[in-house]
């Protein structure tokens, strides 16, 4: 077993090696975001689903988002064929979005209200509507930024978030949005601006 475990090991880090992914250093924080992140739940994702560095697969010019429902990855482009790539929880079979958009608004620690077709599957979120939604926080399902995607002038009402079920990253267990760690939500909303373009695909991006 032990001559196992090492060789597992060996295997892992050469296809971690070959992978050519760099770590990047997290974002700065500001004193509302360090107070209520200590609060905010910190499960963790598998490594597998933290915040690299990569050769880019997508193809796309550098600024683009481009989401893979089907491995649940985010990337966003870099120069010299480089992307950021974060692990993101999506949809499920029922619920997921495909198509492309851009960012049309853009808030931190934003307000959440459910929305009617939420309401409909779990009325129990009808007094939260009632009181106007929830302001924004550590309990709130939307974490500690939103990215809202526009077709034009229509939002899409899904949106790029964070969330404060960070376990679930790399699940497909969303209503149709995509849910990121809360630093990486701040990683990347510090990157993004109105009109960036999101590409999002249930296509495994190679």
Request: aromatic share 8%; proline share 8%; charged share 20%.
């Amino acid at each position: 077993m032990k001559l196992r475990a090492i060789l597992g090991i060996a295997l892992v880090s050469a296809a971690l090696a070959g992978c050519n992914m760099e770590t990047t250093p997290d974002p700065t924080l500001s004193g509302k975001d360090r107070e209520f992140m200590s609060l905010a739940p910190s499960g963790q994702p598998s490594g597998d689903y933290k915040r690299f560095i990569v050769d880019d697969p997508t193809g796309q010019a550098p600024g683009t988002i481009t989401i893979d429902t089907f491995k649940n990855f985010l990337y966003y482009s870099l120069p010299n064929h480089k992307a950021i790539r974060y692990g993101v929880a999506t949809g499920n079979e029922a619920s997921g979005w495909t198509g492309e958009a851009t960012v049309g608004k853009m808030a931190e620690w934003p307000h959440w209200m459910p929305p009617s077709d939420m309401l409909e599957r779990w009325p129990h979120l009808k007094p939260t509507a009632d009181a106007g939604g929830l302001p924004g926080g550590p309990d709130n399902p939307l974490g500690s930024r939103a990215m809202y995607l526009f077709q034009g002038s229509k939002d899409t009402m899904y949106r790029i978030h964070g969330t404060n079920e960070p376990e679930l990253i790399g699940q497909h267990v969303s209503s149709g949005c995509i849910r990121m760690r809360d630093i990486d939500a701040i990683d990347l909303y510090g990157r993004v601006h109105l009109g960036t373009k999101v590409i999002v695909t249930d296509k495994p991006v190679t």
